[in-house]
């Protein structure tokens, strides 16, 4: 597998996976100014862990990127979430919508998808996809910082891909997603394996398992499975403490390929 560039450290964005983006990206997540009146002063680490930075939406189109197929196996990532239709489902820092659409297909035709981002320019964005594909079922949510305006007790799957480690208030993040999420709810959480060396990303955009576990655990959670036959990517599931569903063990990841 060829090494991609390393990510742009400070030129990132709440609003969907990252790798690099183009050096042209300069600035910083824009918030309107009430937004930024009204949201308290984001961390820098948290339990442990730095913050990283937001990418700017300028960089959408490295998003939508064709070899991204290639690189993240998507396909492979959303048979592993279990959704089904039906079900509402939410997209959690989405961007232009790369996994949105897709999530929208699998929740037809009575399932919505609740698409959710901070950048009013990245929602633009993906509403104009959603419209050229003729994709009726989803729905666009402009965030905040510290709430990404969920209705409670509503949601099914909370999907976070590469974005939780950029979220400046991880606490009343997580405090809002837990009331999302009716009783069975889950939250997939996806980021790049900090365990791996050859996952080509800069390790202030990696996460272990275990501090995975450790920053959910610390905010009501408990784990209830995991995926690992990504290529560069953890995916855990979690649900609230008071969940129907069981408690799992965490297995560790395991770099050795499968015995033949």
Known sequence: ???????????????????????????????????????????????????????????????????????????????????????????????????????????????????????????????????????PNVET???????PRLPPAAVDLVLLVDVYHEFSHPPEMLAAIHASLRPAGRVALVEFRAEDPDVPIKPLHKMTQAQCVKEFAANGYKLVGQYDDLPWQHVLFFARDDSPLGRVPLVAWDPAPPAP
């Not at 949510?141 to 709430?147: C, K, L, N, S, T």
Request: hydrophobic share 35%.
């Open 141 to 147: 949510i402009e965030g905040a910082v510290d709430d």
């Open 1 to 135: 597998m060829s090494r991609e560039p390393q990510r742009n450290e400070g030129t990132k964005g709440f609003g969907a996976d990252r790798y690099v983006v183009p050096l042209f990206l300069c600035g910083s997540l824009l918030l309107s100014s009430a937004e930024a009146q009204r949201a308290e002063p984001g961390r820098t680490e948290y339990l442990g862990r730095p913050i990283a930075q937001t990418m700017h939406y300028l960089g959408a189109p490295w998003l939508v990127r064709e070899s991204r197929d290639r690189e993240e196996e998507p396909a492979r990532l959303l048979a592993s979430l279990g959704v089904k239709p039906g079900q509402t489902v939410c997209d959690l820092g989405c961007g232009n919508g790369f996994y949105t659409l897709r999530l929208a297909e699998l929740v037809q035709p009575a399932g919505r998808v609740l698409a959710v981002d901070i950048q009013p320019e990245m929602l633009q964005m993906l509403g104009q996809r959603a419209e050229a594909r003729s994709v």
